[in-house]
């Protein structure tokens, strides 16, 4: 197989990866939406506010995140099949930094994702406690225990807050609760992030070598 023939090889590979890829970010685009618009059981469960507010940004981000994969992957198959420089060096810019981001979200969410955020919410039950029944925070710890199913940070706790079972005396504790969620769900979020992150490594070389290709036929 010839130079020219390899050229033209990583050329379609590029273009189908670019394709698959703007595919993925209009089902992601399309998800983010729907979650925005329609109400759905979780939502309906929560009582307060704020916790719908997060619900509807977090949807923001899913769209936000389905655009920039939807417009990575446009700009990497016209830079691919019509062989432009220009949306090929864009497409590397913009994927290389990509790349970066989630490289850096990986390793941030490996080193730090379990024990810091096991503390924040920790403190967040501690200060909770000593505000009022009807305050929002009390609603939020009320309506997280009501979702994990879980009773107290701890299984001390004392009194137990409003929103656990009277009868039930062998509620699960929101810290072992939080510890088993954590658990089952801390290699799959890994492996899907170095995946991601390889698979726009992957995309990064194959443009810069179709762009140096495309320059030196040039």
């Known amino acids: 197989m ?23 970010g209009l089902a992601i685009l399309a998800l983010g939406i729907l979650l925005y618009v329609y109400p759905f059981q979780l939502k309906d469960a929560l009582d307060v506010d704020i916790l719908r507010s997060f619900l509807q940004v977090s949807a923001i981000v899913v769209i936000v995140i389905g655009s920039i994969i939807t417009v990575l992957g446009f700009l990497g198959c016209c830079g691919a099949i019509f062989e432009n420089r220009v949306l090929l060096v864009l497409f590397f810019i913009l994927l290389l930094l990509v790349f970066l981001c989630v490289l850096a979200i990986g390793i941030a969410f490996a080193v730090y994702s379990d024990k810091y955020q096991k503390d924040a919410v920790e403190n967040f039950f501690a200060d909770a406690r000593d505000k009022p029944a009807n305050s929002t925070e009390r609603k939020i710890i009320d309506d997280y225990q009501k979702l994990w199913a879980c009773c107290g940070w701890k299984d001390d706790d004392s009194p137990p807050p409003s929103s656990c079972p009277v009868s039930n005396t062998s509620s699960v504790s929101c810290s072992q609760r939080h510890d088993e969620t954590i658990g089952r769900y801390r290699v799959p979020t890994l492996v899907a992030i170095f995946i991601t992150a390889a698979i ?11 762009c140096c290709a495309i320059t030196d036929l040039a």
């Not at 130079?3 to 990866?17: E, H, R």
């Not at 995309?203 to 179709?210: A, D, K, Y």
């Open 2 to 24: 010839g130079l020219g023939d390899c050229i033209k090889c990583v050329k379609y590979l590029l273009f189908v990866f670019n394709l698959i890829f703007c595919l993925v």
């Open 200 to 210: 726009s490594l992957l995309g990064v070389i194959f443009s810069m070598v179709l």
